[in-house]
């Protein structure tokens, strides 16, 4: 046995009792409030008479909608202004004789925060990640934590961003030694099917005066947790307070399992951290064995098998929960985009947080990681753009070092349609960006999303700095971008912006309309502030979802596509102003219930049988109503209207959906799809009666008591026969007994002017939301839906530990 080994050996009985990093969830008994408080810095201050919280919050989204906050009507007309957070704690025995950090991975926004009084720093961005050393400045007795966050400044964003330490927090404690915050950064070289190489770089952090000498032991783990390859590294001598280890760990691994989208398989590097006094560190990284390329003729493969990136555009609300980071709320939103057949996400515009890029490791998503939606050429009157002298490199290295282990991430993007992409200055901070992220990860590629797809006039192409080009909209285009941009990769960076609002339709369906520019009053939609669910809308920069598909499926030099958006999203309402107040663009409305379009991609992306045929069947007698349906692995659709035949459909050329049109007649309307002649799948919609009674469906009716799980209610109004009323608007009051809450409701609507922290919610086209969560008490949770008219319906949801 080595010396580390023995020592290793010996040291594993003490190890067990007394980690070398203590890491602390930190997010427990806050106290909150709202409006400016500066004696609130102070340790004496008195926040009695503040609220006790948790965290991850967002004060945004416990508001009411309001046409006071029009100036923040892109960002969803919810209140911002300054809030205050303050938190008592006592360090653990553990402490003594250990740096002590406080770790935030994101407050919205313009943040400063105080320890006992002092000052540790500002942060200007409202999706970075930092950390403070709190050691210098902690005394005797409890200890105070006060954060300011101004989010006052509007309008900063064209979205919503929520306010608030809207994102986890952490108490971290290392000894005098230990690796460096995001100081681990794992490659692998080499891969194939028979070995892989796995390259660990380390960065390590000395706060003693005295140079230390440290030896490295290195473990991987398989999947199963069985080691697979192991390596020592003795008598690094530290001089400096931050040091690169000069020689990287390299380790081989015999038949490494690929990750991959389909199989996500993750292996786990133990590093440990010795000095004469011992083990002093051990951090684990999870990391991912794959190879990926992009390919100007041919596209993305990704371990050598060719694969078209089926992916959208997401930002990081969470519908009724806001901005608030919650792991399930996320995972439910991967859950559904994936049995929708997608495979990547791009971050819109912004760093995500770091438990959505371990959920995208998981569950196999790629995902191109945005850093900025503007450079200093603001979008906004007060926006980042104004912030970004001072704090870009910094944002842009916080976010290569803490993402870079994320086998997901197959781009870094700069940019999101920046506006120096039009003049001389894109080239210069272009190039700038990327040797920034290029001197962290020369692993990956660089892209930026373009507008401009002539290549004279984009100066941001024309500096060489991108590796892979990335086009918003403009599709049109696609077919010539090998001539216009030879020899370097393309993709459709942001595609659609087609509208829609679930569960109306307006007809006929068989032309493509495309929504203006409004100026002054908007007098061409709807008055009920609707956008038709057939593909046939979309804003006037835009298209619809199949017109995008047909040509990204078509061309093998498009690596693929981000449809703009996965979900509906908070704020940016076109075409609608007030009082819409949130956008139209999602393939999911805000509640995660999926609009028609979303069957499109199920039957384009996935091996699924799919037949979605649509729309409701309760018009008015007469009234020419256009069928569409949706359709895969079948030759034909044949549709029957009270079981006589209206006629079989082939999609023809390029066709993504068949058609009918058909008076209206009260009944049964039902597809068959047939392959060869047989039947693969039937579909009916049934003319629905009077509402009478409320279904209640849970996506999980077994929950974890920690506080933080949760359970997503949907709640259906249904006639006697047991069918969706498709136009029932019931107001529903929920009852809740047990340890839980409800965290939010919805419907979907989005002219909805409800408050989503409520006990009822009004349906939409007969379906609303309600979010129960668990309490850190077992038991068992009783929802119950009343409506006046209705019979009432109950569900159990059981909360365990």
């Known amino acids: 046995m080595t010396l580390i080994g023995l020592l290793f050996s010996i040291l594993l009985p003490a190890m067990a009792q007394q980690p070398p990093r203590l890491v602390t969830d930190f997010t427990n008994d ?4 709202s409006g400016d408080y500066p004696a609130a810095k102070d340790k004496a201050f008195s926040d009695a008479g503040w609220r006790t919280l948790n965290l991850p919050h967002d004060w945004s989204i416990e508001g009411q909608f309001s046409e006071h906050h029009l100036t923040t009507t892109q960002g969803g007309a ?6 205050w957070y303050r938190k008592t704690f006592t360090l653990p025995a553990t402490a003594t004789g250990k740096r002590v950090y406080v770790e935030f991975d994101g407050i919205y926004r313009h943040s400063e925060v105080w320890i006992n009084g002092h000052s540790l720093g500002t942060r200007a961005s409202g999706y970075s990640s930092f950390r403070y050393d709190v050691t210098p400045y902690l005394t005797s007795g409890p200890q105070v934590l006060a954060v300011r966050v101004d989010n006052s400044a509007q309008p900063n964003t064209r979205w919503y961003s929520g306010s608030g330490i809207y994102r986890n927090v952490r108490l971290v404690l290392t000894s005098d030694v230990a690796i460096d915050q995001w100081g681990t950064f794992v490659s692998t070289p080499v891969v194939s099917e028979k070995k892989a190489t796995v390259k660990l770089q380390l960065t390590l952090r000395k706060t003693s005066a005295a140079p230390e000498r440290v030896s490295v032991r290195t473990r991987l783990l398989n999947p199963q947790g069985k080691l697979v390859a192991e390596q020592e590294q003795k008598n690094n001598l530290l001089k400096d307070s931050v040091t690169a280890l000069p020689v990287p760990v390299q380790l081989i691994v015999a038949s490494p399992l690929l990750w991959s989208v389909e199989q996500p398989d993750l292996y786990a590097l133990v590093t440990e951290l010795y000095t004469e006094r011992g083990l002093v560190d051990r951090d684990t990284t999870q990391f991912g064995i794959r190879t990926f390329r992009f390919d100007a003729a041919t596209g993305f493969s990704l371990n050598g098998k060719p694969t078209k990136i ?3 555009c997401l930002h990081h609300d969470l519908g009724a929960l806001g901005a608030a980071v919650n792991v399930r709320a996320m995972q439910r939103q991967l859950e559904l985009l994936k049995n929708m057949g997608c495979n990547a996400i791009r971050t819109a515009h912004n760093l995500p947080a770091p438990e959505f890029l371990d959920l995208c490791d998981r569950m196999g998503f790629l995902v191109m990681d945005e850093a900025f939606d503007m450079w200093k050429k603001k979008k906004s009157k007060r926006d980042y753009g104004l912030d ?6 910094i944002d842009l290295e916080t976010m290569v070092k803490r993402d870079r282990n994320h086998p997901s991430i197959i781009l870094w993007s700069i940019g999101n349609e920046i506006r120096e992409q039009f003049d001389s200055t894109g080239i210069t901070i272009a190039r700038e960006l990327a040797g920034i992220v290029k001197a962290l990860d020369p692993t990956r590629p660089v892209t930026s999303a373009l507008t401009e797809n002539v290549p004279g006039k984009n100066f941001i192409y024309q500096s060489g700095a991108l590796d892979v080009l990335g086009f918003n909209y403009k599709h049109t285009a696609y077919p010539d971008f090998p001539k216009l941009f030879p ?5 459709a960076s942001e595609t659609g912006s087609s509208l829609q609002t679930r569960g109306h339709y307006d007809m006929p369906s068989d032309s493509v309309r495309m929504w203006g520019k409004p100026k002054g009053d908007f007098t061409e939609g709807n008055p009920d502030w609707t956008a038709s669910a057939y593909d046939n809308e979309a804003a006037y920069w835009g298209s619809t979802h199949e017109q995008t598909w047909k040509v990204v499926k078509k061309y093998p030099h498009i690596a693929g596509l981000f449809v703009w958006t996965g979900f509906d999203y908070l704020g940016e309402p076109h075409p609608y102003p007030w ?3 949130s956008s139209y663009f999602g393939i999911l409305d805000l509640a995660g ?12 992306w996935t091996n699924q049988p799919v037949l979605h045929v649509f729309p409701h069947w309760n018009w008015t007698k007469g009234k020419p109503v256009d069928v569409w349906a949706y359709y895969n692995q079948a030759d034909e659709v044949e549709l029957y209207l009270n079981e006589k035949s209206v006629g079989v459909r082939r999609k023809t050329g390029d066709d993504l959906h068949v058609m009918w049109r058909v008076p209206f007649e009260a009944g049964t309307l039902k597809a068959v799809s047939r392959k060869n002649g047989q039947v693969v799948q039937i579909r009916e919609i049934r003319t629905a009666g009077k509402a009478a009674k409320i279904e209640l469906l849970a996506d999980r009716t077994a929950i974890s008591a920690d506080g933080k799980d949760l359970a997503y209610i949907t709640v259906r109004v249904l006639d006697e026969a047991g069918n969706l009323v498709p136009d029932a608007t019931h107001l529903i009051n929920f009852d809740l007994a047990g340890p839980a809450t409800i965290a939010g409701v919805d419907n979907g609507y989005q002219a909805s002017l409800e408050p989503f922290k409520a006990s009822y919610r009004r349906a939409y086209n007969g379906l609303c939301l309600a979010i129960v969560q668990a309490t850190e008490t077992s038991g068992t949770v009783r929802l119950r839906a009343v ?13 365990k530990k």
Not at 593 to 604: A, G, R, T
Not at 787 to 799: D, F, M, V, Y
């Open 487 to 491: 020899n370097i990769p393309v993709l």
């Open 78 to 83: 919810l209140p911002t202004g300054i809030g």
């Open 579 to 581: 009082p819409a107040r």
């Open 30 to 33: 806050w106290r909150f409030a």
């Open 388 to 393: 970004w002298d001072q704090w870009h490199r």
């Open 787 to 799: 409506s006046e008219g209705l019979q009432s319906a109950e569900i159990i949801i059981e909360t």
């Open 310 to 312: 089926h992916g959208v």
């Open 593 to 604: 219930f999926p609009k028609d379009v979303y069957y499109l991609y199920q039957s384009e």
